[in-house]
Each structure stands twice: as C-alpha cells, then as structure tokens.
C-alpha cells in the first residue's frame, strides 16, 4: 500500500535575499597611480630633475604592465617632457657657457690691450726724458711745446689749466659719475664758470685734436671761462650709459644740469678737421646755447645721439 505523499509546509527559515536585485552591479575598485609615474610626472616639471624623469617614467611605465595599477600615459608624457627640457637646458648651458667664455677672452683682450697702450706711453716718456735721443739740431728746430694733458684718466682727479680754460681730468677713484659731475658744476658756478663735459680715450685721435687747439686764441675766446671736464670712457663706460650719453662714437661734449645729469649733447661729427677754426665755432655756440642747426638731434628725453 503506498503511503499518502506529505502536503508542503512553508519552511520556518527566512528566505535569502539578493541584495543586487533589480541594481546596477557596482563599479569595480579604482586602481592606484603607478608611484613611479607620479614621480617621474613631478620631476619632469623641475629643471634638476628633468633627466632623471626619464629612467624614472621607464620604472613607471614597467609598473603598470602588471594590471594593478595604473598611469601608463602619465609615465610615457613624463618620459617626452623630460627628454625636451633636458635638450633645452642642456642647449642654454652650453650657449651661456660659451657666451661666458667669449665675454671672459674680451675682457682680457681689452685689459691686455690697455696694458701694451700703458707700455707704448711709458716707453715714449722714457725716450723724451733721454737727452740721448734729441740731438742739439732738432731741439733747436723743434717749436716750443704748448700746453699740453695726457688722455690717460689719472688715478685721482687731476686740474690743469690751459689759459683760461680750467680742464678736469676724473679720477679713477671717483666712486660715482654723476656724483662727481654734480661736484664740478658747483665748484665751476663758484669760480664764474661753466661745465663741458667731454668723452675720451686714449687712442682717440679727434680728442687729441681737440686738447691741442685749446690753447689757441680763436678756442680760448669760444671756451673762456669754461671748466672741461674730460671722462675716460675705457674707465666710466658703464656709468656714461646710465646717465643717458652715448659711448661710441666719441668724443661727446655735453652740458650738465645743477645736479649733474646732461642737459643737451653733441658729438665731433658736427664739424670736419679737428682744427681750431672748425671746432671753436661749433663748440662756442653749443656752451651758449645757440648751437641749433645739428647734424646729428638728440632723443627726446635722452642723450643719446639717433
């Protein structure tokens, strides 16, 4: 006989719930920035550290091969920037390193270049002082030498006067041009005078020209009671710069304001001949003001010649 089957009877125990139905899985862990990536992205970005940004992105690059983290694009922009600042820095090393060493050469060209001029004079001293060298003829044909100054800038300011004009050579121990500048105007408005400045060197041959007329009558009436103040350039070219004169060409005459900074400039391009005839004209009219027909205008607000 085969026994009734057993009726169904709900089970005491709570049913399982899935916590998922009816959502959206959710998104899988985030993976982490390879370190190596972040770091060779960070010294990418600074100029010590742009060369070693590339082995270091090369690390990062090896890290994200493993799948657990990521940063592979980051690795690899690290990797380009760091070699394209290396090239820059390493190009702007070199060209300062070169413009360094052909600034360095001029220098001592020009210091080697001063020293062999130094010799040249003191060379010429030495045979004018030797009886020797002159024989009794030739002193007695030679014309009795008129006043006369070095170009050379002394190493403390030097006044000579050379009739009625009172020349001042600066010192290389002056501290400061303008400065010094503003010291000759007073001291030229204290003796009725007034200041020229003018720009030399000693290979100049117009300024030479320029300091062997001044004892000529035509130039001791055109600059009578003028107090020259002669600048070496080879000494104050920096400073001529920052007061607003031009260096080169040269000589340059200029007039000073009260405190020293030039008020109106000209240069020896404004006559021919370095002669008496041509320059005492030009210069006599300048120290007056009435030089106004020019060559060469100035800028406005500068002293620089166009």
């Known amino acids: ?27 899988p862990p985030k993976r982490p920035l390879a370190p190596a990536s972040v770091a060779s992205a960070i010294l990418a970005l600074l100029p010590i550290g742009s060369i070693a940004a590339i082995p270091v992105g090369v690390i990062g690059l090896r890290q994200t091969r493993s799948g657990g983290v990521r940063g592979r694009w980051l690795a690899i922009a690290s990797i380009v920037l760091g070699s394209v600042a290396s090239l820059g820095y390493g190009t702007a090393a070199a060209y300062f390193g070169v413009s360094q060493a052909y600034e360095v050469k001029a220098r001592a060209a020009e210091a080697e270049e001063r020293r062999q001029k ?21 002193a007695s044909s030679a014309p009795s030498p008129s006043p006369s100054i070095e170009q050379s800038a002394p190493n403390d300011t030097r006044v000579t006067e050379i009739g009625q004009i009172t020349v001042v050579d600066l010192g290389v121990s002056e501290p400061s041009l303008k400065t010094a500048f503003a010291r000759e105007v007073a001291n030229a408005k204290a003796a009725g005078e007034d200041v020229l400045v003018m720009t030399t060197e000693d290979s100049c041959v117009p300024c030479k020209g320029v300091v062997a007329s001044l004892p000529d009558q035509r130039m001791q009436s055109a600059l009578g009671r003028i107090r020259l103040v002669r600048v070496n350039i ?38 021919e001949d370095d002669i008496p005839e041509n320059i005492a004209p030009v210069l006599g009219a300048f120290v007056q003001g009435e030089f106004k027909k020019r060559k060469k205008p100035l800028k406005p607000g500068g002293g620089v010649f166009l």
């Not at 089970?11 to 959206?24: C, I, N, Q, T, Y």
């Not at 020797?132 to 030739?138: F, G, V, Y």
């Not at 200029?254 to 020293?260: I, M, V």
Request: no cysteine.
């Open 1 to 27: 006989m085969v026994a009734p089957p057993e009726s169904w009877q709900p089970s005491s125990e709570s049913p399982l719930l899935d916590p998922f139905h009816g959502k959206s899985p959710p998104p």
């Open 234 to 271: 080879d000494v104050f070219k920096d400073d001529l710069a920052r007061l607003g004169l031009q260096v080169i060409p040269y000589p340059v005459y200029a007039l000073l304001s009260a405190d020293g900074s030039p008020r109106d400039a000209i240069d020896g391009g404004e006559w």
């Open 118 to 138: 130094k010799r040249e004079r003191e060379d010429d001293s030495v045979a004018a002082a030797d009886p020797a060298s002159t024989s009794p003829s030739a």
